[in-house]
């Protein structure tokens, strides 16, 4: 079965850094388009990013363009978050999520995991 | 960015009784080359990661009942409950995903009166 599981939330310093992991199983990451989405604490679902299947494309919110990077590792079944100048304004869960057909990477999110929570904090 | 608005904002529900949920889009989410509507549903029960109730505007996921129904068109949507069950409270939450950034409605609360 599909799992998501992400990991590297922790508390930290306002303009630090942080890398964020989603360890992919149970299908063939290589195939799939997959996102970050995050949740400040008490408040709505903000998209983060998407990384296309190949890796050639990557999107990015605005609150956090030029600071964060998406990528992914086919080799490890792992998506990364890398987060930079980290603001107090940057604490929440942090999902990844999967779409549900492969090479879409605009599809709806069949598959979510359990979020890791990121403080920033000083 | 398409902004997403929903109403109302907290919905408390009798379990038996029907509920309703709008949502409304900045503009349309009809995608000109196929036909489909980019708008979904999905609700976040306390403490667990959200999951995908409607896709498509209309479509139910894998194992949603069918007392959850989506429609609307364009810019308007809505998400029903015919009959609403102890199991629904939640957030539901609406999302579009027409073009980057995908964007989420503010979410409604769903409780037990």
């Known amino acids: 079965q599909v799992q998501l599981v992400e990991s590297g939330g922790g508390v930290v310093q306002p303009g630090r850094s942080l890398r964020l992991s989603c360890v992919a199983s149970g299908f063939t990451f290589s195939r799939y388009g997959m996102h970050w989405v995050r949740q400040a604490p008490g408040k709505g679902l903000e998209w983060v990013a998407v990384?296309?299947?190949?890796?050639?494309?990557?999107y990015y919110a605005d609150s956090v363009k030029g600071r964060f990077t998406i990528s992914r590792d086919i080799s490890k079944n792992t998506l990364y978050l890398q987060m930079n100048s980290l603001r107090a304004e940057d604490t929440a869960i942090y999902y990844c999520?999967?779409?549900?057909?492969?090479?879409?990477?605009?599809?709806?999110?069949?598959?979510w995991g359990q979020g890791t929570l990121v403080t920033v904090s000083s | 960015d398409i902004v997403m608005t929903q109403t109302p904002l907290s919905l408390p529900v009798t379990p038996g009784e029907p509920a309703s949920i709008s949502c409304r889009s900045s503009?349309?989410?009809?995608?000109?080359?196929?036909?489909?509507?980019?708008l979904d549903w999905y609700l976040q029960k306390p403490g667990q990661s959200p999951q995908l109730l409607i896709y498509?505007?209309?479509y139910r996921a894998s194992g949603v009942p069918d007392r959850f129904s989506g429609g609307g068109s364009d810019t308007d949507f809505t998400l029903k409950i015919s009959r609403v069950e102890a199991e629904d409270v939640g957030v539901y939450y609406c999302?579009?995903?027409?073009?980057?950034?995908?964007?989420f409605g503010p979410g409604t609360k769903v409780d037990i009166k």
């Open positions: 999520a999967r779409p549900r057909d492969y090479y879409d990477h605009s599809g709806y999110y069949a598959y």
């Open positions: 503009q349309s989410l009809l995608h000109s080359d196929n036909g489909n509507t980019f």
């Open positions: 999302m579009q995903r027409l073009e980057f950034p995908f964007t």
């Open positions: 498509a505007l209309s």
């Open positions: 990384i296309s299947y190949d890796g050639s494309n990557k």
